[in-house]
């Protein structure tokens, strides 16, 4: 809407992520937004009793109506649904259902704001399309705001994220439609920040080409609402979702100057003052509807239609009472709108009420007369009080009818017979369209089935609700069919008993029925295969008018029974001879049937005992159906024949576990026989072979039943091969690292030939050898080790010596000495061999002296200080040796003075500095007087001499003698020392 007019409203700049900080996850701005909420400060005390309207629905259930025109448009399957978890993008590059946009969406058509043409827009969360960009700002600020280009049927902060445990399905759903003239965007029951579903807002957008009559009367935006239970989250100092600040309705250009405004809402109640005047009360929006026009460029703007009780042509019979309303809404700051109305074609027109202002209303009604039976416009106008003033137009066409002439009629039908239009039954002139009313008050579809429809009285209405309703009533009667059943076939054996027909007559026969013969002669109803006749056998039923008499036929056929014995069961030994079956049958079977054997498969009927299965045989008969297939059985038993099982050989070393013989002869040996040992003797079948010998063990089975007679026999000869008797030698058994040791197998050679593993206890891998071993030990220690021979026919046998070898390190000679270093008072030194292994010693002391002892004195001359090598070498008991030489110093400190010094500046002698060695630099300290006893210099820096100035500054002294005197401490002793002397400068 164009706004030229300025009005005092102060801009608020709008807060959003989005316009001061960057976020690369969800995570992270949802951090942002809590600490934003949090910071903000504490929202007015809002009135919390007010809730939603007496008799409103529940949360989550659309509500519309007459005086919404059925704005709201129920998302079907064209509508897509926007993914709450993965598709509100377009804003930050991650999803985002708290504060996300959608987009940009592609319009195929052209929609006009303001002077301004787009063919693309955003759907974002907070209750509002933007246009050139997408918006994501959770603050809704009062219109106009510069730089936001947008359509807000209720900006605010709109959290998609909440769960909802009562809710209905959908919840949080934002839905839209994309046709080639209109954008239909649903915000179906969303919760508000952070994720709160206690409370939940219901609305929805649509915006067209303006030529689209989705929106009436010429708009191309419309708002239309449901439920509307809040209006701010806390993100915007909201307690309970009110509060703070507040949301807004309308639309801006985003220049600062075009913009509509509806109203802005932070309060529970039904509280409206107009668009600019206090913050309104949500319920104000329930069931509301808002259609306007944004393509014009006006300095004022119409009023908008905000409620209106007629969208499309109204029918009207002669003789109602009508009773028409309309609304219109002032979008100005200030404007009044007035109502008018007008029907110059229509009688007894008239106003009802008419009230003028911010939300102008206005009723009319009218009583049709026979004269005004046809068609009629009703125009209703708002016009305010802008510059220059705008008049809104809204236009009902009316059709006023005349009603027909209906009598009654009535008919009766067999409840078997076509269905029937009842209004062919009515007389007078009953048109079609109108209303049917069963007997039991119920709505029916006009066409009466006998079959399924209640008989009765059924009412037809036309033109119900009107003084112009006909009605007419239709009689409906209903006789019962005569019904016989169906016709069927049935077939009996002679051997059946007696059985009464009707009970085998499919459907619903009816009792008391007339039976005939197959020659047509009275019959009792009840068949008896033995002495009646096959043949059609009918049963006649009886029908009262108009249904005509109902007959069923039974058709009969009987067939002759066959006798396959009786049952029998026998036991035979395989050796027995064959067998002929229907022999062993009991009874008086008939030749002519069949045997199967136990599987099912067919056979002969001759059992051969040594090679048929035994089981259960089966002689079947099979006469004519219906009579039965008949059988016997002959089940027969083999009693088993004797088996021991297969011959074996078992060859064991004599630590084997125990064997059960018995296993070694096979599956199909009899279990529980007789063993005997290599002898005779009786015995158990489980092998030791610690104590049992070489040789064939005999198994007999004896047979049992009908094979008492046989029996068979199986041998398995057992080899029982000894242990070997592990010795061997170790040489050497001790000595230094390396050390080289032979092993020496004694094992007796009647055990060898097969394998000889040595494993020598210090890693190495293990070795093959039955003769000797050379192996080197290379660290010293104490080793185990093992042989296991292996004898040709692989029985095993281990010898395993605890520490059999010993490895010592082999000698160091290494050695210290005290003090170390000697000085010129202390030069008698005391050196120490430290290796425990060393046994034997020789010192060498710079070729001074020697000694052989492991402690030993040497003293060294002091007058100058030097460096002594001494060396050391060691043996142990085993004879290994070992050398070490190292230099022994001695230190003597010594002090050099110069008496004179030339500091002339010819870079010689300019500096006089003494000279010392051996001395603690921390202890040195230079002074230097005059003759006089004046200090003309001091350092306490052995590097820093004397250039022959005041105190190294200014110019050089007079010529002549100072007197000088140095302090130093000689290295490893305790107490300084003084030294005193004279110095010549000279020029």
Request: with cysteine.
């Amino acid at each position: 809407m164009l706004k030229r007019t300025l009005t005092a409203l102060s801009l608020v700049m709008v807060v959003g992520a989005d316009a001061q900080t960057t976020f690369s996850n969800a995570a992270d701005y949802d951090a942002w937004k809590a600490r934003y909420a949090a910071s903000r400060p504490a929202p007015p005390v809002v009135a919390t009793g007010i809730s939603r309207p007496a008799g409103a629905p529940a949360p989550g259930q659309l509500r519309g109506g007459s005086t919404t025109c059925d704005c709201w448009r129920q998302p079907d399957a064209t509508y897509t649904t926007i993914d709450n978890n993965t598709e509100w993008d377009a804003a930050f590059g991650f999803n985002n259902a708290d504060d996300g946009s959608y987009g940009p969406i592609i319009l195929p058509f052209n929609f006009q704001l303001y002077g301004q043409n787009y063919n693309q827009c955003w759907i974002n969360t907070n209750g509002n399309i933007s246009f050139g960009n997408f918006l994501t700002s959770f603050t809704a600020n009062g219109f106009p705001v510069a730089g936001e280009v947008l359509v807000g049927a209720f900006w605010a902060d709109v959290d998609l994220r909440g769960v909802c445990g009562g809710c209905t399905t959908p919840y949080n759903a934002v839905q839209y439609k994309v046709t080639p003239t209109a954008l239909y965007v649903n915000w179906t029951d969303v919760g508000y920040y952070s994720m709160m579903t206690d409370k939940l807002n219901t609305f929805q957008i649509i915006i067209t080409d303006g030529l689209d009559p989705v929106i009436p009367n010429g708009g191309n935006v419309s708002f239309c609402y449901g439920d509307m239970q809040w209006t701010t989250g806390s993100a915007n100092s909201g307690v309970n979702g009110f509060g703070g600040n507040p949301a807004n309705v309308g639309a801006n250009q985003g220049n600062g100057i075009d913009y509509i405004q509806f109203g802005r809402f932070d309060q529970p109640g039904p509280a409206y003052d107009g668009p600019f005047g206090n913050n309104d009360g949500i319920d104000f929006l329930d069931n509301q509807y808002f259609s306007f026009l944004t393509d014009i460029t006006l300095a004022n703007v119409p009023p908008v239609i905000s409620g209106q009780s007629v969208c499309d042509t109204l029918v009207v019979c002669v003789g109602d009472s009508v009773v028409l309303s309309a609304s219109f809404l002032s979008p100005e700051p200030n404007q009044i709108t007035t109502c008018t109305a007008s029907a110059p074609t229509l009688s007894n027109f008239g106003i009802l009420s008419n009230t003028p202002g911010v939300n102008a209303d206005i009723t009319i009604g009218f009583l049709p007369t026979p004269a005004d039976a046809g068609f009629h416009t009703v125009t209703i106008e708002g016009t305010d009080n802008g510059v220059p003033v705008i008049t809104s137009t809204l236009s009902i066409v009316l059709s006023i009818q005349q009603g027909a002439t209906i009598t009654p009629g009535s008919l009766t039908l067999c409840d078997n017979a076509a269905p029937v239009d009842m209004l062919t039954i009515l007389g007078g002139n009953p048109p079609p369209g109108g209303d049917w009313t069963d007997p039991n008050g119920q709505p029916s579809t006009g066409i009466f089935d006998p079959a399924v429809d209640v008989p009765g009285a059924y009412v037809y209405a036309y033109g119900t609700g009107s003084n112009c309703a006909s009605t007419g009533t239709a009689t409906m009667a209903v006789v019962a069919h005569a019904d016989a059943g169906q016709d069927v076939a049935l077939a009996y054996c002679t051997t059946d008993g007696t059985d009464p027909l009707f009970l085998n007559l499919p459907g619903t026969p009816q009792a008391g029925g007339s039976w005939l013969y197959p020659d047509l002669s009275p019959f009792s109803g009840t068949f008896d295969p033995a002495a009646d006749p096959a043949g059609a056998y009918a049963y006649v039923v009886s029908g009262t008018a108009p249904c005509p008499n109902d007959t069923s036929l039974s058709t009969i056929t009987v067939q002759q029974a066959m006798d396959p014995g009786l049952a029998n069961a026998l036991t035979l030994c395989p050796d027995a001879p064959l067998l002929d079956m229907l022999d062993a049958l009991n009874g008086t079977p008939d030749n002519t049937g069949t045997w199967s054997a136990p599987g099912g498969t067919p056979f002969g009927g001759t059992f051969n005992p040594a090679s048929d299965a035994p089981g259960v045989y089966t002689y079947t008969t099979s006469p004519l159906a219906p009579c039965p297939t008949l059988n016997a059985t002959l089940t027969i038993a083999l009693d088993p024949l004797p088996k021991a099982g297969d011959d074996n050989v078992l060859t064991v070393c004599a630590d084997a576990p125990l064997t059960d013989l018995f296993s070694l002869l096979g599956p199909d040996a009899d279990p529980n026989q007789t063993w005997s040992a290599p002898g005779g003797a009786v015995h158990s079948g489980t092998l030791n072979p610690a104590v049992d010998v070489s040789g064939p063990y005999l198994y007999v089975s004896y047979g049992v039943g009908e094979c008492d007679h046989l029996t068979d026999s199986a041998i398995v000869d057992v080899t029982v091969n000894p242990l070997p008797i592990v010795l061997f030698t170790v040489d050497p058994d001790s000595g230094c690292a390396p050390l080289d040791v032979v092993f020496t197998n004694l094992t007796d050679p009647i055990y060898l030939g097969n394998s000889c593993v040595w494993d020598l206890g210090d890693g190495s891998p293990a070795a093959n050898a039955c003769g000797t071993l050379a192996h080197t030990y290379v660290n010293d220690g104490w080793y185990n080790v093992r042989l296991t021979v292996t004898t040709p026919e692989g029985c095993t046998d281990m010898l395993l010596k605890q520490g059999a070898v010993l490895v010592q390190p082999p000698p160091k000679a290494t050695f210290t000495w005290s003090p170390n270093p000697g000085t010129d008072l202390n030069s008698n030194l005391y050196f120490a061999a430290s290796d425990p292994y060393a046994t034997e010693f020789a010192w060498d002391f710079a070729g001074e002296a020697t000694g052989t002892e492991r402690f030993e004195y040497h003293l060294f001359e002091n007058a100058f200080g030097d460096e002594y090598e001494v060396c050391l070498q060691v043996w142990d008991r085993y004879g290994c040796t070992d050398t070490l030489c190292q230099t022994v110093p001695i230190i003597v400190p010594s002090l050099f003075v110069p008496n004179a010094f030339t500091p002339d500046g010819d870079g010689v002698n300019e500096i006089f500095l003494p000279i010392t060695a051996d001395m603690v630099p921390e202890d040195h300290e230079l002074l230097i007087f005059d003759r006089w006893g004046q200090l003309v210099f001091e350092s306490k820096e052995p590097t820093k001499g004397w250039d022959g100035r005041h105190m190294n500054g200014g110019d050089i002294l007079p010529q002549g003698v100072y007197v000088w005197r140095l302090v130093e401490r000689k290295a490893f002793t305790a107490d300084k020392q003084d030294w005193f002397g004279t110095v010549t400068l000279l020029k």
